[in-house]
């Protein structure tokens, strides 16, 4: 299913760190990636995430690059606003927005203190097949974005934990189990990224039947998680993610100022 391994793969494409203006409180964090199908390049980020206290915002594009350029032109940018606690960064507002092709969509959540008050999907989509699974009102409390909810405060367990996200249209959780360490270098940083192993379960906002959902139950994405000091945070550096064609690897080609 589409949706739970986009909203892992979305939420993987971050992350990098300088200190700003001596004397403030704000740290920008940066960083690049790649995105690879097969082993051949099909996509690059940027993203930066501004600190400023316990106030965090995210805002990120995306551009498909070398044979995805092939396949088809695809662009997307997301923005992401809320707060730094102690076990996670909480959204107040998430809008993501992609352009591939002739189609584009646009998700749109607002968040108060981890409850869902609003979400909208533009182009609307017409659920008629019986097997659709709709969010209830019940589903939308205690959330997280899949952008900013996969980082994790310095303090917290990075991997031994579950991500109850929602990404504007379906409900999942990511469940993540610790799976080893392993070093890891690029531009801007060098040292040891813990292994995670996330599998993705399903909630609601789905089709029941549809094919994929057995896979993406059924099959584990392998996640990097390297430690930021400066903003004291970790952050995905490296993930594999199986699909039914093929494995897409995502990297940090750069991980610092």
């Known amino acids: 299913m589409r949706h739970a391994f986009g909203?892992?793969?979305?939420?993987?494409?971050?992350?990098?760190?300088?200190?700003?203006a001596a004397g403030a409180?704000?740290?920008i964090?940066?960083?690049?990636?790649?995105?690879?199908?097969?082993?051949?390049?099909?996509?690059?980020?940027t993203f930066s995430t501004i600190f400023d206290g316990e106030r965090f915002s995210i805002a990120g594009e995306m551009n498909s690059a070398g044979v995805g350029n092939i396949v088809g032109r695809t662009s997307g940018?997301?923005?992401?606003?809320?707060?730094?606690?102690?076990?996670?960064?909480?959204?107040s507002s998430y809008v993501v927005a992609y352009n591939s092709g002739r189609k584009s969509q646009q998700m749109a959540v607002a968040f108060d203190n981890g409850t869902v008050v609003s979400a909208?999907?533009?182009?609307?989509?017409?659920?008629?097949?019986?097997?659709?699974?709709?969010?209830?009102?019940a589903d939308l409390q205690s959330v997280i974005d899949p952008i900013g909810g996969l980082m994790a405060p310095g303090g917290a367990?990075?991997?031994?934990?579950?991500?109850?996200?929602?990404?504007?249209?379906?409900?999942?959780?990511?469940?993540?189990?610790?799976?080893?360490?392993?070093?890891?270098?690029?531009?801007?940083?060098?040292?040891e990224a813990i292994?995670?192993?996330?599998?993705?379960?399903?909630?609601?906002?789905?089709?029941?039947k549809h094919s994929s959902v057995a896979f993406?139950?059924?099959?584990?994405?392998?996640?990097?998680?390297?430690k930021n000091e400066a903003a004291d945070v970790y952050a995905p550096v490296y993930a594999r993610v199986p699909t039914k064609l093929g494995p897409v690897t995502i990297t940090a080609t750069h991980f610092g100022s």
């Open 25 to 27: 409180q704000q740290t």
């Open 120 to 137: 909208k999907l533009t182009p609307e989509k017409k659920r008629t097949r019986e097997d659709w699974i709709p969010v209830e009102q």
């Open 195 to 208: 292994v995670c192993s996330a599998r993705a379960e399903p909630k609601s906002g789905y089709h029941a």
């Open 157 to 191: 367990d990075v991997c031994n934990r579950t991500l109850p996200i929602f990404d504007g249209e379906t409900r999942f959780d990511v469940v993540l189990t610790e799976a080893g360490r392993q070093p890891f270098s690029t531009q801007g940083f060098e040292g």
């Open 77 to 91: 940018s997301t923005s992401v606003t809320g707060v730094k606690t102690d076990d996670r960064l909480q959204a």
């Open 7 to 20: 909203g892992i793969a979305a939420a993987l494409v971050l992350y990098g760190v300088t200190v700003v």
């Open 29 to 45: 964090h940066r960083a690049d990636y790649r995105i690879s199908f097969i082993g051949l390049p099909v996509a690059e980020a």
């Open 216 to 226: 993406v139950r059924q099959t584990s994405v392998e996640v990097w998680f390297a």
